[in-house]
Antibody
């Protein structure tokens, strides 16, 4: 069974940084493409970005609102993907989900439990 | 403003069927597979349909999709009360080089 466990959410002030973590079990992590999706309170789903497996180049893609501020990386030895969020804005307040992409380019089959990020002065 | 368009709401009665539409463009739905996600209240999204009408294990065949040109639709037959929730279409957009979600459709089972 594929499972994802997230950690690292919290409350920060505008301009500060936060890192989210997501560990994947149940599939070979080295082959896994991973994605982050967020959902602001009462709003719809918004794709944040993805990271390909190293075998597929290990490259990243980001949504326009976070490009240049957020970065996704991975540690295959720990089955973990990271979302580094810098220069946080109030509008980044959301529940952040990590997910496993079962089929490229973005079909997300398994999801983490979510981590709440609150940005407020 | 989403690049994919969905109606904000839909409704149906138990046992009947409902369709939810999703409209996009040649850079997303017109070129790439459409995915459909279900999000029940207070839970993480769940993939319903992917990669040209594939259903993950455990998703009943009451859920089906279709696509024509730059539009797609999700059909749910034999509605159950537990189907009540939000439904999102999504696709990769080649112009944006990004995955895009529709704004979501809230399904009410009357």
């Amino acid at each position: 069974e594929v499972q994802l466990a997230q950690s690292g959410g919290g409350s920060v002030k505008p301009g500060e940084s936060l890192r989210l973590y997501c560990t994947l079990w149940g599939v070979p992590f080295t082959d896994a493409w991973m994605s982050w999706v967020r959902q602001a309170p009462g709003k719809g789903l918004e794709w944040v970005g993805r990271i390909k497996s190293k075998g597929s180049g290990g490259t990243t893609d980001y949504a326009a609102p976070v490009r240049g501020r957020f970065s996704i990386s991975r540690d295959d030895s720990k089955n973990t993907v990271f979302l580094q969020m810098n220069s946080l804005k109030v509008e980044d307040t959301a529940m952040y989900y990590c997910s496993w992409i079962v089929r490229a380019p973005g079909s997300m089959l398994s999801w983490g439990q979510g981590g709440l990020v609150t940005v407020s002065s | 403003q989403s690049v994919l368009t969905q109606p904000p709401s839909a409704s149906g009665t138990p046992g009947h069927w409902v369709t939810i539409s999703c409209s996009g463009s040649s850079s997303n739905i017109g070129k790439n597979p459409v995915n459909w996600y279900q999000q029940l209240p207070g839970t993480a999204p769940k993939l319903l349909i992917y990669d040209n009408s594939q259903r993950p294990s455990g998703v009943p065949d009451r859920f089906s999709d279709s696509k024509s040109g730059t539009s797609a639709s999700l059909a749910i037959s034999g509605l159950h009360s537990e189907d009540e929730g939000d439904y999102y279409c999504a696709a990769w957009d080649d112009s944006l080089n990004a995955y895009v979600f529709g704004p979501g459709t809230h399904l009410t089972v009357l």
